[in-house]
């Protein structure tokens, strides 16, 4: 492998690491922001929707900024 892709493999390392982390502190939180916030148990599942969501649309912007340029 070239230097340019072993520094693309570290930077996709970390950036895997953290995705990771952010599921799982969504996991966590959700019941104490739902009790918070007076949810339903139908309303924090909007909320991880919206994560979800959010998720893909900037997986589609990256593929997007990667043919822009």
Do not use: H, K, Y
Not at 39 to 46: A, R, Y
Not at 47 to 67: M, P
């Amino acid at each position: 492998m070239t230097p340019a892709q072993w520094r693309l493999r570290a930077l996709l390392s970390v950036a895997t690491f953290f995705e990771g982390c952010d599921f799982l502190a969504l996991s966590q939180i959700l019941p104490s922001l739902s009790a918070e916030f007076g949810l339903q148990p139908s309303g924090s599942w909007w909320v991880g929707a919206i994560c979800n969501v959010g998720t893909l649309l900037s997986w589609g912007l990256v593929r997007l900024a990667d043919r822009v340029g």
